[in-house]
């Protein structure tokens, strides 16, 4: 089977996640959108993994490691979150304008 | 064509479909639910692809642990459950999907005249030697990362618990 058609999956799932992060105003859908970004890239690593059969398997281990990053991610994300909505009580991105010029 | 390949082609077509649920649903808990349905589509596609473990971790990891963590999230912001049309700014929906398409096209091109061959399919497990690589050719970044997992955790409790500094003003 080729390649071409999985990268392209990828791609769309990557586009996808940006989408999400440009459009979505509540902040946890902006975590959910990264979180479809770091997916896509996960597909990648898998799919060059088994199109080029590493003998040391670099792939996978990279994308567990990406999973381990993004689960350290979504936590930190989400208690950024959670503080910002006990100060402000909104998670909506669009207002939380304290460092804009 | 074969019965491996019309079963892959129909996990990347659910995935494309519940990928754009995530984003363009306005229910919050419908998202969470289809980026469920997006990471056991991958660990499907990562089965197919003969790499086991990895998709057992991302089941466990990511269905397990992560989305927990969101519903938990979702539920402590107070988003509004149910259908919400203040969930999307709807004027960057015209530029968002313009750039979203742009890097779309730009990727797609890439990635069709760049790389060309053929998925490998290995018979048989491949986890015992995975650990092997892990712990000993990557175990200095194995270390580290766990490291970061640590850091992470530490940080995120002091991020969300109360500051009892300010509760005591408060009181005050």
Redesign the interface.
């Known amino acids: 089977?080729?390649?071409?058609?999985?990268?392209?999956?990828a791609?769309?799932?990557?586009?996808?996640?940006?989408?999400?992060i440009?459009?979505?105003?509540?902040?946890?859908?902006v975590?959910?959108?990264i979180?479809?970004i770091l997916?896509a890239v996960?597909?990648n690593f898998?799919?060059?993994?088994?199109?080029?059969?590493d003998s040391?398997?670099q792939g996978?281990?990279f994308?567990?490691?990406i999973?381990?990053?993004?689960?350290?991610?979504?936590?930190?994300g989400?208690?950024?979150?959670?503080?910002l909505?006990r100060n402000r009580q909104t998670?909506?991105i669009?207002e939380f304008d304290l460092m804009k010029w | 064509m074969e019965i491996y390949e019309i079963v892959t082609y129909f996990t990347l077509l659910l995935l494309l479909f519940s990928a754009a649920r995530v984003v363009t649903t306005s229910n919050v808990i419908h998202a969470a639910i289809s980026l469920v349905f997006t990471l056991a589509l991958t660990a499907t596609l990562f089965l197919l692809l003969s790499t086991q473990f990895v998709a057992l971790v991302l089941v466990l990891v990511y269905i397990g642990a992560v989305i927990v963590l969101f519903l938990f999230g979702v539920m402590i912001t107070r988003a509004p459950l149910g259908k919400n049309a203040e969930l999307d700014n709807d004027k960057n929906k015209l530029i968002g999907a313009t750039i979203s398409g742009a890097i779309f096209l730009l990727f797609s091109y890439i990635l069709i005249n760049g790389f060309d061959g053929e998925i490998v399919i290995t018979s048989g497990s491949s986890t015992e030697l995975l650990g092997e690589i892990l712990l000993s050719r990557f175990v200095f970044p194995f270390e580290i990362v766990s490291f970061v997992l640590l850091a992470a955790l530490i940080g995120g409790i002091t991020l969300a618990r109360k500051d009892e500094a300010l509760v005591d003003e408060d009181q005050v």
């Open positions: 089977m080729i390649v071409q058609p999985v990268l392209v999956t791609a769309a799932l990557f586009s996808l996640g940006i989408y999400g440009l459009v979505r105003r509540n902040a946890v859908m975590l959910l959108s979180e479809l997916n996960n597909i898998i799919i060059f993994d088994s199109m080029l059969a040391l398997m996978q281990i994308t567990i490691f999973i381990t990053i993004a689960a350290a991610e979504v936590g930190i989400l208690a950024i979150v959670l503080m909505f998670a909506n669009n």
